[in-house]
C-alpha cells in the first residue's frame, strides 16, 4: 500500500489537507454558484427592465397625440348689444366686437367693456352685415348703402417689469359707396393680402359691385393707394345668398338660393356654373375657404356642411369635387370661422358649435348651447387655443382649448386621406413645405410599405447565399478550410453598416446602374456553367482531380468569375442591340419603369452583405451541433452523405435555421444607414425593385435632428420607433414559437 493512502474504517471521518481543501473548494463554488445565480438572474431583470423603460418613454411621447381635444370654460359676461361679429387678439386678451352701432373693445381678462371708438364719416348708421376677418381687418356693410373697411391692430406694450399689455388701436378706412338708392348693405365678402384688399358687395337683383385696393410703394418709400370699381352683372336663377373671394384663381364663387354655385373670373368676367347643392331649391347658406384658400365649406338651407376642392380641366373648366360631408346642424348654420395655424374651421347654429378639420374629415369638437339661449356667433382663435362665442342676448362666452393635434386620427396616420391639390385619396408622408399654408401629411403607411420592401429585397439576396453556404460548410468542407471560411464570414458582422452604406452609394449604385443588364443575366449565366463543369466532371474522370471531396468551393470560385466577366460582355451586347441603346430608356418606353440610381436593388445587395454573417453564423451552428450519433446511424444504415444531410441533418437543425431567418429578418427591419444613405429616400408605395423608398428606420435618422421637441412631427416619429419595436418583438416572438413547435416534432430523433 502507498505510503500516501489513507484507510479509513467504517463510521470514520477523512482527514488531512486534501479533504480541508476538498470541503473550502465546495464551499467557494457553492458560492460562486449563488453569485452567478444572483449576477444572471439581475442582469436579466436589468435588460427587461431597460427595453420596459425605453417602450414607456415611446408610449409617454405617442400619448399626447391621441389625446381627446377637450374645451375649459374660462369666462362669460355680457356685452353692450348682441354682436353681429367679433375678434381678439393671440393672447385671448383683448377682444372686438362688431355692434349695430359700430366697434367696442372688452377686456377678456378683466371681463368688461373698455371703449368704443369713434368711426368718421359714420353718419349714423348702422351695421346690416359684416364680412369677418381673423386678420382683424372686417369689412361693414351699412344701412345707408356703404361698406366701411376698418382695420384693428392688437399692439403689445411691455412695462418695466417686463409685463405685457395688450392695447388695441382701430385704423378705420374710407367708406364707398355700394347702393345708390342707400338701401342696406346685407351681403359682402372680402379679401386681403400684402398688395391691398378686394371688397365685393351684393349692389341690386344679379349685381355685385366690385372694389379693388392697390398698395405699392413708391421709389421715394411713400405708398401709393389706386381704387378700382366696376359692377359685374351675373345673370343667375333666384337670389344671390353667399359670396367669397377664390384667390387662388382670381375669382368671385356666388352662391344662390336654387343651390347653384357660379364662378365668375375677375381677370375677364364671365361666370361659369361650377357646382350645386345636393337638390334643386336647397339654397346656398354659406361659401368660405379654409386656410390656404383650396378647400370650400359649403353650408346649405337643409344645415348640410360640406368640402369641396375646386378642380380645373385640361380644357380650362372648373369644377366641384365634393370631398367630406360632416355631421349636419339642427338649424342653419349662421357662421363659420377658420383657423390660422392649420385647416381647422369652425360651423355654428343656434343650437351648438362644432369644430371640425377639413384635411381628415372629423368633427372633433362639440359645444352644445346653454339652456334657453341660443348661439348667435363663434371664432377660433388665432394661436387655436380657444372658441369665443356670443348668444342672442348678448352674452359672450370664452372657452380654452387643447387640441395640440389636429391633423391626427388613425384614418390620417394609416389610411388614406383627400389632400389638397390631390385628385385622388393617397398615402402621402411630407412633413415640411415652403409655405405657412403648406398642410403637413404624416401617412406612415409608405414608411411600413418602405421597410418591408427594402426587408424583403435584402432577405431575398441574403437567405440563399447565407443558408447555401451555411449547409455546405457544415456538412461537406474540409475541417481546415471551414476553420478559414467560418470566421471569415463571421468578421463581416463587424463591419459598420454606414461603411457599407456609403459603398453601396459610392460604388455599388453606379456600377449596377452601369452593368444592369449583365446582372440580370448572370445567376443564369453562372448556374448553366455550374451544370456544365458537373456534367464534364461526371463524363471525363480525368478532371476530377480539379475538385476533390470538400476543396470544390475553389472551381467554383473560379466558375463564378468566369460567368461573371461573360454575363457583363453578354449585357452590352444585349443592351446595344435589344434595349435601345440604354436599358434606363427601354425600362422606361417599353414597360413604364423609371430607373433610380440608388434603388430597392442597390439596398438589396447592401443590407444582404449586412444580413449574411448572422444568419450563416446561427445556421451553421445549428447544422453543425447536431447529434454525430443521428449522423454516424444514417451512414451506417447505408445512406449517402448527401441523403443524411438532406433527410437527417437539415429536419434536426431546422428550428435553429428558422431562427437564423427571422434573427436576419429582424436586423433588416431596424437596419438605418445603409437604407438612409443607399436609396433616395422617396416615400412612395411601388415594388419595383428600380425604385427607391424610405423606411421607418431612415425616416427617423432624417428628420428628427429637425423636429421641434414635443410638435407633431417629433411625437410622430416616436410613434414610428414603437411601430419599429412592434415589429421587431412580432418577428422574433413567431420566431420563437415555431422554433419551439419544430424543435418538438424532431426531439425524438
Request: net charge neutral; proline share 6%.
Amino acid at each position: 500500500m502507498n505510503k500516501d493512502t489513507q484507510t479509513i474504517e467504517p463510521g470514520q471521518t477523512p482527514t488531512g489537507s486534501g479533504r480541508a481543501f476538498f470541503g473550502k473548494s465546495l464551499l467557494q463554488r457553492k458560492f460562486a454558484d449563488v453569485i452567478a445565480q444572483y449576477v444572471v438572474t439581475g442582469g436579466g431583470w436589468i435588460i427587461i427592465a431597460s427595453i420596459l423603460a425605453i417602450l414607456f418613454v415611446i408610449i409617454a411621447e405617442i400619448y399626447p397625440l391621441f389625446k381627446e381635444p377637450s374645451t375649459q370654460l374660462v369666462a362669460e359676461f355680457k356685452t353692450e348689444n348682441a354682436p353681429l361679429s367679433f375678434g381678439l387678439d393671440p393672447y385671448q386678451d383683448k377682444a372686438y366686437t362688431v355692434e349695430s352701432d359700430g366697434i367696442r373693445f372688452y377686456s377678456l381678462a378683466d371681463k368688461k367693456f373698455e371703449s368704443k371708438p369713434e368711426l368718421p364719416e359714420w353718419n349714423s348708421a348702422q351695421v346690416t352685415s359684416v364680412s369677418p376677418s381673423l386678420d382683424n381687418f372686417p369689412v361693414l356693410g351699412l344701412s345707408d348703402g356703404r361698406v366701411y373697411p376698418v382695420n384693428i391692430v392688437f399692439k403689445s406694450v411691455y412695462d418695466s417689469e417686463s409685463k405685457r399689455t395688450i392695447k388695441p388701436i382701430l385704423k378705420p378706412g374710407s367708406p364707398v359707396e355700394v347702393r345708390s338708392d342707400g338701401s342696406p348693405v346685407t351681403l359682402l365678402t372680402h379679401i386681403k393680402n400684402e398688395q391691398g384688399y378686394k371688397i365685393a358687395a351684393q349692389s341690386g337683383p344679379g349685381k355685385v359691385f366690385l372694389m379693388q385696393v392697390r398698395m405699392r410703394k413708391t421709389m421715394m418709400g411713400t405708398t401709393r393707394r389706386t381704387v378700382d370699381r366696376e359692377t359685374i352683372t351675373v345673370p343667375v336663377e333666384g337670389k344671390i345668398t353667399a359670396m367669397v373671394f377664390d384667390e387662388a384663381y382670381n375669382s368671385l364663387l356666388l352662391g344662390t338660393s336654387f343651390g347653384q354655385i357660379f364662378r365668375v373670373s375677375l381677370d375677364d368676367p364671365q361666370e361659369q356654373l361650377i357646382g350645386a347643392t345636393s337638390k334643386p331649391g336647397i339654397a346656398v347658406k354659406s361659401l368660405d375657404f379654409v386656410l390656404g384658400g383650396y378647400s370650400l365649406v359649403v353650408t346649405d338651407s337643409e344645415k348640410n356642411v360640406a368640402t369641396y376642392q375646386l378642380q380645373k380641366s385640361e380644357s380650362g373648366k372648373f369644377s366641384l369635387k365634393k370631398i367630406y360631408s360632416f355631421p349636419p346642424h339642427d338649424n342653419p348654420v349662421q357662421s363659420f370661422s377658420y383657423s390660422l395655424r392649420n385647416k381647422g374651421f369652425l360651423t355654428s347654429s343656434n343650437e351648438i358649435i362644432r369644430l371640425h378639420y377639413a384635411t381628415t374629415g372629423d368633427t372633433q369638437i362639440q359645444i352644445p348651447a346653454p339652456e334657453n339661449t341660443s348661439f348667435n356667433v363663434a371664432v377660433i382663435a388665432p394661436k387655436f387655443d380657444g372658441i369665443l362665442a356670443t348668444d342672442n342676448s348678448g352674452k359672450l362666452y370664452q372657452w380654452k382649448m387643447d387640441n395640440p393635434y389636429p391633423q391626427i386620427s388613425l384614418a390620417g396616420l394609416f389610411g388614406q386621406i383627400w389632400y389638397e391639390g390631390y385628385e385622388d385619396p393617397d398615402y402621402v408622408w411630407q412633413s415640411t413645405g415652403g409655405s405657412d399654408e403648406f398642410e403637413s401629411k404624416f401617412s406612415l403607411t409608405p414608411l411600413i410599405y418602405g421597410t418591408l420592401k427594402g426587408t424583403m429585397y435584402a432577405m431575398f439576396f441574403a437567405v440563399p447565399l447565407a443558408l447555401f453556404a451555411a449547409f455546405y460548410v457544415s456538412q461537406f468542407m474540409k475541417p481546415d478550410l471551414k476553420l478559414i471560411i467560418k470566421p471569415t464570414i463571421e468578421i463581416m458582422a463587424a463591419l459598420p453598416s454606414v461603411v457599407l452604406g456609403f459603398f453601396a452609394a459610392l460604388v455599388i449604385a453606379p456600377k449596377v446602374e452601369t452593368f444592369l443588364p449583365g446582372l440580370a443575366i448572370m445567376p443564369l449565366v453562372i448556374t448553366a456553367l455550374i451544370v456544365l463543369a458537373l456534367l464534364a466532371y461526371e463524363l471525363f474522370p480525368g478532371l476530377q482531380f480539379l475538385a476533390k471531396d470538400g476543396r470544390e468551393i475553389y472551381l467554383l470560385i473560379a466558375i463564378t468569375f468566369i460567368g461573371g466577366a461573360i454575363s457583363v460582355f453578354a449585357g452590352t451586347l444585349i443592351e446595344s442591340s435589344l434595349l435601345m441603346g440604354d436599358h434606363r430608356v427601354w425600362l422606361k418606353e417599353a414597360l413604364s419603369v423609371t430607373y433610380d440610381q440608388r434603388n430597392a436593388l442597390v439596398v438589396g445587395l447592401a443590407m444582404g452583405f449586412a444580413v449574411i454573417p448572422i444568419i450563416f453564423t446561427i445556421a451553421e451552428d445549428s447544422l453543425s451541433n447536431v447529434p454525430t450519433h443521428l449522423k454516424a446511424s444514417s451512414l451506417a444504415l447505408g445512406a449517402t452523405p448527401w441523403q443524411t444531410a438532406m433527410n437527417v441533418i437539415l429536419p434536426t437543425a431546422s428550428p435553429g435555421i428558422f431562427s437564423a431567418i427571422m434573427i436576419g429578418f429582424g436586423r433588416a427591419i431596424g437596419e438605418t444607414m445603409i437604407v438612409l444613405m443607399a436609396t433616395g429616400n422617396t416615400p412612395v408605395m411601388e415594388w419595383s425593385i428600380f425604385n427607391g423608398f424610405r423606411a421607418l428606420s431612415a425616416n427617423i435618422a432624417v428628420e428628427l435632428p429637425e423636429a421641434p421637441e414635443g410638435g407633431t412631427l417629433f411625437r410622430i416619429l416616436f410613434l414610428a420607433a414603437f411601430l419599429l419595436f412592434v415589429m421587431t418583438f412580432l418577428v422574433n416572438t413567431i420566431a420563437e414559437m415555431v422554433r419551439l413547435r419544430l424543435r418538438k416534432r424532431y426531439q425524438g430523433l
